[in-house]
């Protein structure tokens, strides 16, 4: 919660930025409270109030979110960062989530910094330096205090909080222009034939995963929440604060004072999060050409279970009497309503506690040993690049949390009570480049034995990766020499930063990778990119339409352990096919 007496205890480090959200798992009479709330302020804004009638209901809408973004705020603690640059904002049907202009977002704004709703703290740019900051904006006094007294009764009490959660993507198609490293354009398009049946396919899946309820379930330990690094530890706690993270807990005896963290549901050998059955799940070069020769046969017939509808979890509905308790309506008026209202992936019986940090849940669980945190579903979407191309480059599919935690994480990952396995391919790119010259690819594409120090094979993999990648061979070594930095920690100074290092190891790629040279500095890989998106696009289709549920990191996947097979068939026919 807020407690703040002045500007100098604020911190505006810790912040979130103002978004699209949306409420959830609510009772009718908190909805109607929040409802109340988003009156008051409104009516209190006589500019925005008297608007003309065609400005009026984007003024509300608009709001509406400031109020949400606010609650949220005073909720966790952290401050709302957002933009006053006209730049950043567009007024486009299809991107737009408020499908309004940086005027009204600003107007909004200052309305609320002016009836005393927001503490406001502008922003500012060093054009010198080229370092600033967003604007800050904090729940006032006032705001809070009309918070605690409106949600004081009823649907909200003590120190139970409400959920928020992001907006999920308006556009699932989305075409990109990139702007500098860090930037990016979304560009408006007219719809064909081809992003017609994309979106079609990917709103197939979408609703598939939204409706089969496939509750993903994160088990960590104690020791592993304390030591992550820092890049995890702050990646964790932004998805909880984006409410993709969500940490489920169930008290064992509710006399007790000292909260315990136990399984959900009530099964803990079932999300146990036990060690798939085989170690190696990657599906290697030597077997993208299994077609060519007779050993495809031996690898089809290994034991593979034909992918089949799992019946298991289905349930008859229960049917109630009609002569019930009115305590009883009651509770069945409002679980209806947070059915209607709330996303189906959450509808489970659980008693869930709202948390935005790892600290706060340690501090309040000081002696549970294991935590379990659900990840929400949010619907995926299809980056395009490139205007100039079209729809030819790129492609790849975004917006699954799943997609932002380490690898060590999704290995303990699990789907509607089943272990999972993550299968990927290795050395996709290389090999698909292979394929493109009708060669077939060395044993070891990066020269480098398994068995020898992983760092020097991490290294000889991104000089051959960011070779793809880049267009320009002059300046090539300075994005490998970035890659270093950021992902090895090398510091300045360290002799493998140096051009020569580094265009030492590329003449040795050259050298080792003949038939695939000419594809070298030609950025040949946004096409790369095209082309795996579709072989995903391909294998989450066909799960769905078995309605098996699969989760995808961009080139890998994620399935319940027993369809690994499956998987790995398909993963093969999907290169040639």
């Known amino acids: 919660m807020f407690q703040h007496n002045n500007a100098q205890e604020l911190d505006y480090n810790k912040s979130f930025p103002f978004d699209v ?28 109030n008297h608007s003309k009638k065609s400005s009026k209901k984007k003024y509300r809408e608009m709001v509406k979110n ?23 904002y567009h007024y486009d049907k299809r991107y737009s989530q408020i499908y309004t202009t940086s005027a009204v977002v600003i107007k909004t704004m200052d309305s609320l910094d ?12 060093d054009r010198q330096r080229n370092r600033g900051k967003q604007t800050r904006i904090f729940p006032s006094q006032k705001f809070i205090s009309l918070v605690e007294n409106t949600l004081s009764t009823g649907g909200v009490s ?17 075409l990109r222009q990139k702007i500098d490293d860090n930037k990016f354009r979304l560009v408006p398009y007219k719809d064909t034939p081809k992003t017609l049946m994309m979106r079609h396919r990917l709103q197939q899946y979408n609703s598939f995963m939204r409706s ?55 099964r803990e ?8 059955p085989t170690t190696d799940h990657s599906i290697h070069h030597q077997e993208y050409f299994c077609y060519e020769t007779n050993t495809y046969k031996q690898y089809n017939t290994n034991n593979t279970k034909p992918i089949t509808k799992d019946n298991n979890n289905t349930r008859e509905k229960e049917t109630r009497k009609n002569d019930i308790p009115i305590t009883d309506k009651v509770a069945q008026i409002n679980k209806q309503y947070q059915q209607h209202t709330a996303d189906n992936s959450l509808s489970y019986d659980s008693n869930e506690s709202i948390y935005y940090s790892i600290d706060q849940v340690l501090e309040d669980y000081p002696n549970s040993r294991k935590f379990w945190f659900r990840i929400v579903h949010t619907d995926m979407f299809r980056a395009f690049s490139d205007t100039s191309k079209g729809f030819n480059h790129h492609g790849r599919f975004y917006g ?55 760092l020097l094979r991490k290294e000889y993999k991104t000089v051959l990766l960011v070779s793809i990648n880049h267009k320009n061979p002059d300046t090539m070594w300075n994005a490998v020499s970035a890659h270093f930095r950021e992902e090895f920690g090398y510091k300045a100074g360290d002799e493998r930063l140096s051009k020569k290092y580094i265009m030492g190891i590329y003449d040795r790629l050259l050298a080792h990778n003949q038939n695939i040279k000419k594809y070298m500095n030609t ?49 093969v026919e999907c290169v040639f096919h």
């Open 21 to 48: 959200i949306r409420y959830r798992d609510v009772d009718y009479y908190t909805d109607q409270q929040i409802r109340h709330l988003v009156d008051t302020v409104w009516m209190s804004l006589p500019f925005l």
């Open 114 to 125: 002016d009836s005393g709703w927001i503490d406001l703290y502008k922003g500012f740019l």
């Open 212 to 266: 089969i309820q496939a509750l993903t379930i994160l088990p960590l330990t104690r020791k592993e929440l304390t030591e992550m690094t820092p890049n995890h530890a702050e990646t964790f706690n932004n998805m909880m604060l984006n409410g993709s993270l969500v940490f489920a807990e169930r008290r064992m005896n509710k006399g007790s004072k000292v909260k315990k963290s136990v399984p959900p549901f009530g």
């Open 400 to 454: 699954d949390p799943v997609q932002n935690l380490p690898s060590w994480m999704r290995t303990k990952i699990t789907m509607g009570h089943k272990v999972v396995v993550e299968c990927d391919y290795t050395s996709i790119h290389p090999t698909m480049l292979y394929v493109m010259a009708g060669a077939v690819p060395p044993e070891n594409i990066y020269m480098i034995d398994k068995g020898t120090d992983p």
């Open 523 to 571: 950025g040949v890989a946004m096409r790369l990119m095209r082309k795996d998106s579709e072989i995903v696009d391909k294998i989450m289709i066909e799960f769905i339409s078995n309605e098996i549920p699969i989760r995808c990191i961009h080139d890998s996947f994620i399935v319940p352990a027993e369809y690994e097979a499956d998987l790995k068939v398909l993963m």
């Open 269 to 276: 050998e079932s999300i146990s999060g036990g060690n798939s």
């Open 158 to 174: 003590g120190n139970k909080k409400i959920r928020f959660i992001r907006e999920d993507a308006k556009e699932v198609i989305q």
């Open 66 to 88: 400031y109020v949400l973004n606010l609650i949220k705020s005073y909720q966790s603690g952290y401050c709302i960062r957002i933009s006053r640059r006209t730049n950043d």
